[in-house]
């Protein structure tokens, strides 16, 4: 490996070949191929460790964020949590740029390095006497900084895949591959196609389809904890154990249907599933509105005269004393008073939060899959890099502001008009999908050279 020197971890994964020429169909030899696996392998475990650490840090942000500083609302949680994607869309063309003139570790280690330090900087938090929600802004903005590394490694995993695709070495994809993060042009034929004029419409389109997605899910992993919190009363260690289980439950989820995914896109195709897909997310949603006549626990701690308008002074007793007192240690649960829409919204029963979850966790694998793997086979064999660049940049934006819109309209309006927004933008996708829809092909299909 050492032998590679740095000019060949600087060549492009596919060498300076076209489709047609004799270098193209050079078979990699078997040094090199370890090499690449290596490389690859190391790269998965980079990618897991800081999904891990994500899905660690996401459930205890809006605890931890109450803990340090008490001037902090639902309002700014979103901007919290968007400051990780606006670091990540602010890194992710310099790491990326840097790779393309410097050895692909440089880029990778200073990432790394800025993580660390931002996560401990993340922990330390609530030392400072004041502005301690800022520092937590700033600490989250520089681990979205680091994870701009994604860039790189995308890069280098989709070039990776395209060239085994060209090696007849290897009768199976990885686990990875099969989860259509990394999946490139489906066939050894659809990469020798001549190269030819890349249909537009349906590269901006298919952006914009990913973007709705991970804004989607975006929102529902930013409200999970607030809404558990209001609505169950749950206090802040519950929430983060409850949600947290919920969360893995629904990982477990998505690896069945990461795994099952690329088999049923034979049978009907990757369209078919992305539409399919879509509904599900829509139902998921749907069922989440609340309904019914039973009303959530009100914050009881909160509650002073005049703290509710058009209500007697018997009638705040009444609910004073219907309300069980909690321990003070845990701080006050349940929904606050200050967000009027408490007061006159229905709760969003246990059982129809678990059902919605359960659908929402298998609408968005599937959506997130099968726009990954369309993008891909749009571009075709091209070189993809400024592509995927404009796909990172897509979901880096839905992530900034998926959150910063879910906050904002859950504090002020509720989850009725919030679910209601989502809903009405999942229809207005899924409008989108059906128009474009005859445009989602490959590369090869829309040339002539294979059959769809």
């Known amino acids: 490996m050492a032998s590679l020197g740095v000019e060949a971890e600087q060549e492009p994964l596919l060498g300076h070949s076209i489709p047609g020429s004799r270098e193209w169909d050079i078979i990699e030899t078997e040094e090199h191929y370890k090499s690449r696996w290596r490389s690859i392998r190391i790269l998965y475990l980079t990618m897991f460790l800081s999904s891990v650490g994500f899905s660690i840090v996401i459930m205890s942000i809006w605890p931890y964020l109450q803990k340090i500083d008490h001037t902090a609302d639902a309002s700014f949680l979103g901007w919290v949590i968007a400051s990780f994607s606006l670091g990540q869309m602010v890194a992710s063309p310099i790491f990326g740029l840097w790779s393309n003139y410097r050895p692909r570790k440089e880029p990778l280690t200073v990432s790394i390095f800025i993580s660390v330090a931002a996560n401990c900087l993340y922990a330390y938090v609530q030392v400072p006497a004041s502005h301690n929600k800022y520092y937590m802004l700033v600490a989250r903005g520089l681990v979205g900084f680091g994870a701009g590394n994604v860039a790189v490694i995308r890069s280098y995993i989709a070039g990776a895949t395209s060239l085994q695709e060209r090696t007849s070495s290897m009768a199976n994809t990885s686990a990875c591959q099969a989860l259509g993060f990394i999946l490139g042009p489906a066939s050894t034929d659809e990469v020798q196609v001549p190269q030819g004029n890349i249909d537009q419409v349906a590269v901006v389109a298919t952006n914009v389809l990913f973007f709705v997605i991970l804004f989607i899910f975006a929102l529902f992993e930013t409200i999970v904890t607030p809404l558990t919190m209001d609505m169950y009363a749950w206090t802040r260690e519950q929430a983060v154990l409850y949600d947290g289980i919920i969360l893995a439950a629904l990982g477990v989820e998505a690896v069945i249907i990461f795994m099952g995914i690329k088999l049923l896109s034979k049978k009907v195709g990757e369209r078919a599933i992305l539409l399919g897909g879509l509904i599900v997310v829509w139902v998921g949603f749907f069922i989440l509105l609340p309904w019914g006549h039973q009303f959530p626990k009100i914050q009881w701690e909160d509650l002073h005269n005049n703290s509710i308008p ?65 993008y891909s086979k749009i571009l075709g064999p091209k070189p993809q890099g400024m592509y995927m660049g404009w796909l990172t940049a897509s979901g880096s934006a839905a992530r900034i502001l998926g959150p910063v819109f879910i906050s904002q309209v859950y504090a002020a309006w509720g989850p009725r008009w919030a679910f209601s927004l989502v809903c009405g933008m999942v229809v207005l996708t899924t409008t989108l999908l059906g128009v474009v829809y005859r445009r989602l092909i490959a590369f090869s299909v829309r040339h002539g050279r294979i059959q769809e």
């Open 310 to 374: 058009n209500t007697t002074f018997g009638e705040i007793i009444i609910t004073l004393w219907k309300i069980p007192r909690e321990d003070h240690n845990e701080g006050p649960t349940g929904c606050p008073v200050e967000q009027a829409w408490c007061l006159y919204t229905p709760m969003i029963h246990l059982a129809q939060f678990l059902t919605s979850a359960v659908l929402i966790g298998v609408g968005y694998p599937s959506c997130n899959v099968m726009s990954y793997t369309l």
